[in-house]
């Protein structure tokens, strides 16, 4: 989908011939507003007040009002559409509806057009509503079938989103929107790769989606260890849940400097578990195809770094995907085996369908080397999340108050919801095991908190947050498929760190890019590097393997 801002008033814009148009109108829109507006303002106010006085449209949130070839109007496919008081959840909803009216037209290009000039949070949600609306999958359906959906139904014509407001060429407008299509479309690249089936969505073509990002982008690198690089730094959790794949495991690790090299960055850790069968502890038939989601955590972890380098803040963030097939086969794990996790601690895999925190323990150990301010993980990790919250809310686990708060009002300013769950020490009881240090599943009660409590065993000294997202990354039923969640909280939360960071640190980041270019200044850029305590480094290198 393409986006594009416009500097255009409702009442120019009903005078353009614009293919599809959408009005967005609150509760307490009249024709006065409009009625002495450019061309069209007269005809769009008098279409506004009669449609109003008939009760046909209020103005709320969700409504949807077609008026095809208005008299005095150029714009043949108009739409009034309700924003009620014009939150930044209703608006979302409005563009979700104008996009798929649009979409039954069979027009190619929509514009959504704003009586008022909206501020970057209202913006953001009418640009990630429709582009949330705009997306479908195609992937792996034919050409020729691809060809007679066009023709039978128009709903993948449209290509082409615009937003029009008066004023909508301001600098900070024009910021706020180039932030919400990257935001829009790292949600978008996430869903992609969620909702594409397992044999096209392997660890190995993941590792391969990660590097092409990389190449697109100078702000990231890409490394990328294999079997053999686990087995040298003693994953011995994440290599077991591999073990019964003919597909190998990959651990993808994406750098984004936005900042000082010796900055430290946020660390950001994704389940990517490609199929999730539940190993020899099979899971039933009914419903397995919806195991090609458990890579989500991996996948938005991808679709945040793509929007960071695209929006260039001035933050240093490690991206970790942590990614491999959980299937049964003669090799695989048996319940009841113990395994020697790379801190050091060693496993007893009660149930091999726990596999996401196996994969994640030693990702998070990995984590650790890079001495993070901060680190997130993101996993569709226990149905009994989805029991707890259902699809509303992401389950949010946290060792410390400060990150808990903030990422949770990243949350709900980002329509992208969490609620924190507890820690107490109490639920680890659950875990002990008779054979190993610890027991990969806890029981049934508490199952998201107990696989929280597994996940913190393996957290360094840095501040720690756990996003249990079973129940908010894809829908099941009729509209079923990825969401993209939580990219929109992650983003939130990361540009808000950047944007709130200390003037110093942006011009640090600049000082060494602009450094970098001299060979005068590649000194300079070792003295930052050295900058870096390397004990630091060590010590957390070190606690990570004891
Ligand atoms: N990937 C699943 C969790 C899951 C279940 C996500 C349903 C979305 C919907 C995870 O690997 C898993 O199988 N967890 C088990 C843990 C249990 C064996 C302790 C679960 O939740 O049943
Ligand atoms: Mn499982
Ligand atoms: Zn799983």
Redesign the pocket.
Known sequence: MDFELKNLRPGDAVAHDEQALAMLLGRDDTGAAFRRQGKGGAALAALLDKARKSGDFGGRPGELLGAWGATGLDAPRLWLAGVGTAEPKDLRRAAVAAVQAAQRSGARTLTLCLARRPGAARLMSIVKGAAEAAYEYTTTKSAAALKKEEEDKPRSRLTRIVLAFEGADDEERKRAFARAVSVARGVELAREWANRPANHATPTMLADAARQLARRHKALKCEVLDAKAMERLGMGALLSVARGAHEPPRLVVLHYQGAAKGEAPVALVG?G?TF?S?GI?I?PAAGME??K??MSGAASVLGVMQALAETAPAINVVGLMALSE?MPGSKATHPGDVVTSMSGQTIEV????????LVLCDALSYAARFSPRAVVDI????????IALGNVRSGLYSNDDALAAALLDAGEAALDAAWRMPLDDEYAEQIKSRFADLA?????PA??V??AKFLQRFVGEAPWAHLDI??T??KSGKSKGATGRPVGLLVHWLLAQADAAPAKKPAAARKAAAAAKTVKAAKALKAVKAAKPAAKTKKAAAKAKS
């Open positions: 389940k578990i999730d539940g502890s899971k919806e195991m989601y458990d959980n009660i149930n091999t369908d726990a596999e996401g925190r996993a569709t990790l226990t149905g009994a999340c989805v990969n599943t806890g029981g049934r199952g998201s107990t696989a079973a129940g990354a894809w």
